[in-house]
């Protein structure tokens, strides 16, 4: 017959002003998740009027060649492609929102558990891509240096 540590078989109970807690936080939750699909929603348009504007544009200026309708078409896809990275930790958000309340309304710890790793989720997401983005300034500071290091020394 197995023991049991009390750690393990310990479970967390949450009191009245737990619950409320996170009933709002799953409030506003929602409430950011959804201004997150809007703002998704603008990007996506500002990428087909990115990509149609500079494709005009080039049209307009026989200077830029070739480089003008292909430009926009560069633009429409890092437009899509940024709208796509800010698709994950938005819908991460709105699944933690909608467990939540669920697991709140009818007192379900297993959805409360589900909702709290899309919370895991969102939040390592986001940690992931601001040590993404700060080693691409980074990069971009040491690689400025060294051009004016370059620069100065030519």
């Known amino acids: 017959m197995e023991e049991h540590s009390v750690i393990e078989t ?4 949450l009191n ?3 619950k409320d807690f996170l009933k709002e936080t799953a ?4 409430f950011l998740s959804i201004l997150g699909y809007i703002g998704i929603g603008f ?18 200026n026989p200077a830029m060649g070739m480089m003008g309708s292909s430009f926009g078409i560069i633009m429409a896809f890092v437009y ?13 958000l709105n699944k933690f929102a909608v467990k939540a309340k669920a697991a709140i309304k009818t007192n379900d710890s297993e959805t409360l558990t589900i909702s709290l790793g899309y919370l895991k989720s969102h939040y390592k997401y986001i940690g992931i891509m601001t040590l993404v983005v700060f080693s ?9 240096m060294l051009t004016g290091i370059a620069y100065n020394n030519a």
């Not at 310990?10 to 109970?13: C, I, Q, V």
């Not at 149609?52 to 307009?60: I, V």
């Open 10 to 13: 310990f479970e967390m109970k």
């Open 16 to 18: 009245g002003s737990a």
């Open 27 to 30: 409030k506003w939750a929602y």
């Open 43 to 60: 990007i996506i348009l500002a990428a087909l009027f990115a990509g149609t504007l500079f494709s005009a544009m080039g049209k307009m």
């Open 80 to 92: 899509l492609f940024i709208a796509v990275l800010y698709f994950f930790p938005v819908y991460y």
């Open 136 to 144: 691409i300034y980074f990069i971009m500071l040491v690689g400025m």
